[in-house]
Every structure is written in structure tokens, then in C-alpha cells.
């Protein structure tokens, strides 16, 4: 297992260097630039002072060249850079946010198991039955929804008109329980959810199927054993086996859907961090936010497949 992780961790560097690469050329090659939010507010800057400012940035060397220099800044200091837009390390301004992202993804995804195992297991071991046709339904319903469209429905419903949650923010003013944070967080919390768990509920419905057909069922059931036992004491147990690759597989989607619903809901984690340098092109920013982002997508990866071999003993990677 260890030689395993080892040439994981390893194989991920070339990936997060290729990433980087491509995002960082996507940014410099993108119309525009960062320099209009560099300088004073208000009126036109003068081409003097706008070589000046790129001058001072590096802004006025090849986009390639400013790669490296960013590479060999991160490679040799640790250092992301500094924000263009208010001059701070842009490590401090993304971990001042990224717990408000992981709170947020985190009750989502447990919401998402709570909805789609209970019901993935119970439409598989009841195939056919009306609950796995109207879950089924309803799960490809909200899968085809736009997390933000489904956002901006769910404020206009439970915000706007029945005022039964807040539009917007993290905590009301003056407050800072646990109860009025969760409160806040409902919506959006709720919107990743329904937009999430049809995957989770069809993923566990197969594999349940699956496990209901299998030698050792049928051997239960020749035994004598109740329905009831053979499902949660043999089928159960095998068919969550399957769902742990998920956890990994699912980090993509749950932060790519929180960083929109931020944005929607004015939760200032990371995702709505990511949208205001997007549009100040705050390049340090977003380059940080996206190895950030790729960091966990490949340690969510890495995580799902020891914790699979830990489920089930016959895997092994050595």
C-alpha cells in the first residue's frame, strides 16, 4: 500500500504542473488584462503609468515567462503570490475562506447520503416497485436542473415569498451560533443536494441489484433466513462497497456546484472568491484556487481508493 500512495503522489505532479500550465495560458491569453484594477479607480490611466504597473508585476514580460517565474516562486518559496486587487498573500485570503466551502460541500454531501443511500438500496432490493420508478424520476428531474437556476428558484420560493430562510450571507448581523450559520446554509446546502444525489442514488441502486443476484443470496435464502436478513445482513453490507469510489469521484462535482451556489447565495467561501478575481483578473488569486481545487480532487481520488481497500480486504494494490 505504501509503494501505491508513493507513486500516486508522484504521478500527480506532473498532472498538477500540466494544470497549472493550462490555466495560467488561459488567463494571459484571455482579451484584456489585470491592469485596469491595478491602478486608480476611476478615469483612464495613462500608458506610462500602465507600463509602470505591469513594470512592477512582471505583466510586461511573455505569458510564458511569467509561468515560470510563478512556477519557480511556488517551487522554491511556497509562495502563490500576491493579490493584485488588495496586495495580500493570496494563501491567507483563500484559507480564509476555504472552511466555509468545506462546512458547505461537507453537509451537502452528508444530506446527498442521507437522500440517495437509503433510497438506492431500498429500490434495488424492490426493483420495479413505485418508489423505484417515482425516486428514479424525480432524481433525473433535479439532475437535469442548473445548480444555479435551482438556487435562484429555491431563494425566490423559501426566501422571498415564504421568508423562511435568509437570501443571502453566512450569519446575521450581530449573531455568530451554530443555529444561524446552519440556518443560512439550508438553501444552499439543500440546492447541492438536489442537483447531487440521483448519481449516488443509481450508482447504489446497481449495485444493489447486483448483490441481490449474486451466489451467496441465493444460498441465504436456501438456508431459510428472512427476506428482511438476507437483504440488510448479506446484500446490504456488499452493496455499499461499490458507493466508496464515489467519495473521490464526487469531489469534482460538489465543489464545481459549491462554487457556483456561493456565488448565487453571496456565501463568501472560495467559490465566490473565485468568481470576484475572475472578474477583477486577479490572476495569483485564481491560479491558487485552482491548485487548490485540483490538490483535493486528486486527494479525494487517492482517499477513495484506500478506503476501498480497506472495505474489502481482496483489494490489494502492492
Not at 468545506?102 to 447520503?113: D, I, K, N, P, W
Not at 438476507?230 to 456546484?257: D, E, M, Q, W, Y
Not at 486577479?282 to 485552482?290: E, F, L, R, S
Amino acid at each position: 500500500m505504501t509503494n501505491y500512495i508513493l507513486r500516486r503522489l508522484l504521478g500527480a505532479i506532473p498532472l498538477l504542473v500540466f494544470i497549472s500550465f493550462v490555466t495560467y495560458a488561459m488567463m494571459a491569453l484571455a482579451p484584456g488584462g489585470p491592469v485596469g484594477v491595478l491602478g486608480p479607480r476611476g478615469g483612464m490611466l495613462s500608458p506610462e503609468a500602465i507600463a509602470n504597473i505591469k513594470a512592477s508585476y512582471g505583466l510586461d514580460k511573455p505569458w510564458y515567462l511569467q509561468y515560470f517565474y510563478w512556477l519557480k516562486e511556488l517551487v522554491l518559496h511556497g509562495s502563490l503570490g500576491t493579490s493584485f486587487v488588495d496586495h495580500r498573500p493570496v494563501i491567507e485570503k483563500v484559507w480564509e475562506k476555504l472552511p466555509v466551502t468545506l462546512e458547505m460541500v461537507g453537509l451537502a454531501l452528508v444530506l446527498t447520503l442521507l437522500i440517495a443511500l437509503p433510497l438506492g438500496l431500498y429500490a434495488g432490493s424492490h426493483r420495479g416497485s413505485l418508489v423505484d420508478a417515482v425516486s428514479s424520476f424525480v432524481g433525473f428531474a433535479f439532475y437535469g436542473v442548473p445548480v444555479f437556476w435551482l438556487s435562484i428558484v429555491l431563494i425566490d420560493l423559501f426566501a422571498v415569498h415564504l421568508r423562511w430562510f435568509p437570501t443571502s450571507g453566512i450569519a446575521s448581523l450581530g449573531r455568530s451560533d451554530p443555529l444561524d450559520r446552519l440556518w443560512h446554509l439550508t438553501l444552499p446546502v439543500v440546492a447541492i443536494a438536489l442537483t447531487s444525489f440521483v448519481g449516488w442514488m443509481r450508482y447504489q441502486r446497481g449495485a444493489m441489484i447486483e448483490a441481490m443476484q449474486s451466489a451467496y443470496i441465493r444460498t441465504a435464502r436456501g438456508k431459510g433466513l428472512a427476506e428482511r436478513e438476507v437483504v440488510v445482513k448479506h446484500a446490504f453490507r456488499n452493496a455499499l462497497l461499490p458507493t466508496v469510489t464515489l467519495l473521490g469521484l464526487s469531489l469534482p462535482g460538489l465543489v464545481g456546484g459549491a462554487y457556483f451556489v456561493e456565488y448565487v447565495f453571496s456565501v463568501p467561501g472560495v467559490g465566490y472568491l473565485t468568481f470576484s478575481s475572475i472578474f477583477a483578473r486577479d490572476y495569483p488569486t485564481i491560479m491558487a484556487i485552482t491548485m487548490m481545487t485540483a490538490v483535493l480532487i486528486v486527494a479525494g481520488n487517492l482517499v477513495a481508493d484506500i478506503a476501498y481497500a480497506v472495505v474489502d480486504p481482496r483489494i490489494r494494490y502492492d
